[in-house]
């Protein structure tokens, strides 16, 4: 192991190390008036399962998440080791992040991608402030996996693969 420093505003190390923790990428997305709008979240995780619940992160200064929290459905949709450039278009602040992607809408508006590992239709449950970003705790209404889609990883600052080892 290498030598623990102390955590001293060095803010490249500090984002260094939190890489390595692999996650999943999840589309945060809402139909508005303008068509959907959404965003990409690394930091998605389940929460609690009564009432149920799943968090995304998101910072304070994201332009998109007060567009997508004034709407009453929220799409969850977690993407497929296919969706490497969504997530890029996703995490973009330019460009128009819905061009070439299949998509669909609930009828409350929560927007769901096309070919995603798993797809949540949820409200905004509650929000806790949490340094540079907040945490949003978000309640399920309805659900539906595909088990069989292998999902996209975000791992070392990076989008990789999982690997089935048998």
């Known amino acids: 192991m290498s030598e623990l420093k102390p955590v001293t505003g060095d803010v490249a190390e500090l ?3 939190f890489s390595c923790f692999p996650s999943g990428i999840a589309a945060v997305c809402t139909l508005t008036d303008d068509g959907p709008a959404g965003l990409a979240a690394s930091s998605f995780t389940t929460v609690s399962i009564d009432p149920p619940l799943v968090s995304v992160c998101i910072q ?5 998440w007060p567009v997508l929290r004034g709407h009453p459905r929220i799409g969850i949709s977690v993407l497929a080791q296919d969706h490497e ?28 991608v096309h070919g995603s ?11 806790v402030p949490a340094g540079d970003h907040l945490i949003a705790l978000l309640e399920i209404h309805r659900m539906s996996a595909d088990p069989a889609a292998a999902p ?4 070392a600052s990076t989008f990789r693969r999982l690997h089935v080892v048998s």
């Open 152 to 155: 996209l990883i975000f791992h």
């Open 60 to 64: 304070n200064t994201s332009t998109t």
């Open 15 to 17: 984002r260094r190390v």
């Open 117 to 127: 590992t798993a797809w949540l239709d949820c409200s905004l449950h509650a929000e």
């Open 85 to 112: 450039s969504l997530g890029r278009q996703l995490a973009s602040k330019h460009g128009d992040r819905f061009a070439g992607v299949a998509w669909e809408a609930t009828s409350q508006g929560a927007v769901h």
